[in-house]
T-cell receptor
Framework: AQSVAQPEDQVNVAEGNPLTVKCTYSVSGNPYLFWYVQYPNRGLQFLLKYITGDNLVKGSYGFEAEFNKSQTSFHLKKPSALVSDSALYFCAVRPHGSGNTGKLIFGQGTTLQVKP | DTGVSQNPRHKITKRGQNVTFRCDPISEHNRLYWYRQTLGQGPEFLTYFQNEAQLEKSRLLSDRFSAERPKGSFSTLEIQRTEQGDSAMYLC?????????????FGSGTRLTVV
C-alpha cells in the first residue's frame, strides 16, 4: 500500500536554531513530493515540491527540503527557525502515473513549535 | 479571483440531518478535489472531478455522500443522514490539468460538527 510517514507528532525548537521535520514515503515509481503548512482553522498552503533534478529544493519562507531516493525520504529543513513558523506541517506524495488524477497521499502531520 | 472559496466555514448539525457544502475553485482550474481531515490526521482523498466528470471516488465516500460539479465550475458535497463520525474538516482543492506537479490550491475548509 502506498503511504507517507511523518514519524514525529511534534518538533520543538528554539527560535534561531535549525529545524528538521521528517518524512518518508512508500510509493511505487518516482513520485512527486510536496510539503504543505496549515495554520489553525485554515486550509493547506503550498511550501515546496520535488519533481526532478537537484535533490535540494527551496521553497517559501526560507524552507527547503532534501530528497533522498535511496532512503525514500523528503525531510523539511530551515536553517533558522522563527516563532511564526509554528504550525502543522504535512508531507504529501503524488504517485507518478497514478492514472494522472493528481491525487495526493498525505502524512499524518507534524506540529512544529518554535519557542522564543 | 483570489483563490478557492468554501462555504460555509463552520457547520453544526444534529445527527441524522443532511448537510451540503460548496466549493468555488479558481476559475481556470479544471480539476477539483475533495478531502476530509479529522483531528490529528492528514487529509484523506474523497473524490476528484475533471470538469464536470467525477472520475474517481474513494471507498471512504459511502453511499451517504454525494458530490457534484454540474457545470464544471463550483462543486457541492452533500452528506445525508449525518453521523458523529462525519465530524471533520472538509477541504476542497483545485488545479489545472497538466500542472498538478506544482501543487494544488486549497480552500480554507468547512468544519462540520455533528452533535
Amino acid at each position: 500500500a502506498q503511504s507517507v510517514a511523518q514519524p514525529e507528532d511534534q518538533v520543538n525548537v528554539a527560535e534561531g536554531n535549525p529545524l528538521t521535520v521528517k518524512c518518508t514515503y512508500s510509493v511505487s515509481g518516482n513520485p512527486y513530493l510536496f510539503w504543505y503548512v496549515q495554520y489553525p482553522n485554515r486550509g493547506l498552503q503550498f511550501l515546496l515540491k520535488y519533481i526532478t533534478g537537484d535533490n535540494l529544493v527551496k521553497g517559501s519562507y526560507g524552507f527547503e527540503a532534501e530528497f533522498n531516493k535511496s532512503q525514500t525520504s523528503f525531510h523539511l529543513k530551515k536553517p533558522s527557525a522563527l516563532v511564526s513558523d509554528s504550525a502543522l506541517y504535512f508531507c504529501a506524495v503524488r504517485p507518478h502515473g497514478s492514472g494522472n488524477t493528481g491525487k495526493l497521499i498525505f502524512g499524518q502531520g507534524t506540529t512544529l513549535q518554535v519557542k522564543p | 479571483d483570489t483563490g478557492v472559496s468554501q462555504n460555509p466555514r463552520h457547520k453544526i448539525t444534529k445527527r441524522g440531518q443532511n448537510v451540503t457544502f460548496r466549493c468555488d475553485p479558481i476559475s481556470e482550474h479544471n480539476r477539483l478535489y475533495w478531502y476530509r481531515q479529522t483531528l490529528g490526521q492528514g487529509p484523506e482523498f474523497l473524490t476528484y472531478f475533471q470538469n464536470e466528470a467525477q472520475l474517481e471516488k474513494s471507498r471512504l465516500l459511502s453511499d451517504r455522500f454525494s458530490a457534484e460539479r454540474p457545470k464544471g465550475s463550483f462543486s457541492t458535497l452533500e452528506i445525508q443522514r449525518t453521523e458523529q463520525g462525519d465530524s471533520a474538516m472538509y477541504l476542497c482543492a483545485s488545479s489545472l490539468a497538466g500542472t498538478a506537479e506544482y501543487g494544488y490550491t486549497f480552500g480554507s475548509g468547512t468544519r462540520l460538527t455533528v452533535v
